[in-house]
């Protein structure tokens, strides 16, 4: 969600950037009232703002006086050569992965004190639900790729994490900074974690760390499945560390093979 400024001399440049900022998963469609609402730019200025970003492709207009994200903003962020290469590496290995499980299957990294979801592929069995949707921020402490990207975590993150507090999302959440600790310590150890109904009701997940060339995690891959229980997670199990290890190997045989190694799995890194 975008946070409006107290500064009252914002540059255009902030401003703009802002405007884009009013936009997230759960608002992909605002009017020029709500952009200013949600950035504290007067209308005035956000319908200017709104009407460049429109001319240049960075927004499109919808239906009922609604934007939304534009074409060409899509476009320039797929570049980004820590996204492209990433997704390009998992991709073939996910639909395979969802085909063997007829479940969700998810791409993420670590941004911050967040998770975020690169990719994503949805289930054979109904839609993929909104919170592990593409584009998606998701928390860390109730989420099995969460956990797997917390294990390479620092000092500093775990310690905003704590002072930050740990959401309740469902009765099963764990909100404790030293249960969760333990789990991503298990989870590190055994190759893989699991969020049984902590996030939503009746849905478990199971994730697994990708690694590049030198062994290093730069982020997770996961699976999402209605139910839960021991049955259902070593079903889910097997087939995911099998793609973990393929997206693994196919992140890493470009990089040996064109010398172009540090030039995209740096980059992974320098964000978490």
Same mark, same amino acid.
């Given at each position: ?24 998963? &759960? ?20 319908? !200017? ?7 240049? &492709? ?13 074409? !060409?903003?899509? +476009? ?14 998992? /991709? *073939?290995?996910?639909?395979?992965? !969802?085909?063997?499980? !007829? ?7 670590? +941004? ?35 956990? /797997? ?55 478990? +997940?199971?994730?697994? *760390? ?63």
């Amino acid at each position: 969600m975008s946070i409006p400024s107290t500064t009252p001399d914002r540059s255009v440049v902030e401003r703009t950037l802002s405007v884009l900022g009013a936009f997230d998963t &759960g608002n992909v469609r605002l009017t020029v009232s709500e952009i200013s609402r949600r950035t504290g730019i007067p209308v005035a200025t956000a319908y !200017r703002i709104v009407s460049k970003l429109l001319s240049w &492709g960075a927004l499109e207009r919808a239906e009922d006086n609604r934007y939304t994200i534009g074409l !060409r903003l899509w +476009e320039i962020a797929l570049l980004a050569p820590r996204h492209s290469a990433f997704r390009a590496a998992s /991709v *073939p290995h996910m639909v395979e992965l !969802r085909a063997l499980t !007829r479940s969700a299957v998810l791409l993420s990294v670590r +941004e911050g004190d967040e998770g975020i979801c690169l990719e994503s592929v949805s289930g054979s069995a109904r839609p993929l639900r909104r919170s592990w949707s593409r584009g998606h921020r998701f928390p860390l402490h109730a989420t099995a790729c969460g956990r /797997v990207l917390l294990a390479g975590a620092d000092a500093a993150t775990w310690e905003r994490i704590r002072a930050a507090g740990l959401d309740t999302h469902t009765a099963r959440t764990v909100t404790d900074p030293a249960a969760l600790r333990d789990l991503v310590t298990r989870a590190r150890r055994q190759g893989f974690a699991v969020a049984d109904g902590e996030l939503l009701e009746g849905v478990v +997940e199971v994730a697994a *760390p990708v690694h590049d060339g030198d062994g290093v995690a730069v982020g997770a891959v996961g699976l999402v499945a209605d139910g839960g229980g021991t049955a259902q997670v070593r079903r889910l199990t097997g087939p995911l560390l099998t793609a973990a290890v393929r997206i693994s190997r196919s992140l890493a045989a470009p990089a040996r093979t064109e010398g172009r190694h540090h030039s995209f799995t740096d980059n992974l890194r320098s964000r978490t």
